[in-house]
């Protein structure tokens, strides 16, 4: 299994969503598609996580002693 950068395991994810929205999926095809849906949400939330701390860890090395917060991002601001 190659390893997927975050945007295409999310790209991957948002058809598993548009695929499991669609009512004519039989119940076991849902099954598979929310199973595989759970791992691509889990490798994208591990990537994440694995970015914030590095962002976290430069701002440290950045600040030589200052205080940095870090505030979740929001979209609306964006």
Request: proline share 1%; aromatic share 4%.
């Given at each position: 299994?190659?390893?997927?950068?975050f945007e295409?395991?999310?790209?991957?994810?948002?058809?598993v969503?548009?695929?499991?929205?669609?009512?004519s999926?039989?119940l076991e095809?849902a099954?598979?598609?929310f199973?595989?849906?759970?791992?691509?949400?889990?490798?994208?939330r591990?990537?994440?996580?694995?970015v914030?701390r590095?962002v976290?860890?430069?701002?440290?090395e950045a600040?030589?002693?200052?205080?940095?917060?870090t505030e979740?991002?929001?979209?609306?601001e964006?």
């Amino acid at each position: 299994m190659t390893k997927e950068s975050f945007e295409e395991a999310l790209a991957q994810l948002e058809e598993v969503v548009a695929k499991l929205e669609d009512e004519s999926v039989g119940l076991e095809e849902a099954l598979k598609l929310f199973e595989r849906g759970v791992r691509l949400a889990r490798r994208c939330r591990t990537q994440l996580e694995g970015v914030e701390r590095r962002v976290e860890q430069l701002l440290a090395e950045a600040s030589e002693g200052e205080e940095q917060k870090t505030e979740p991002f929001s979209a609306e601001e964006a």
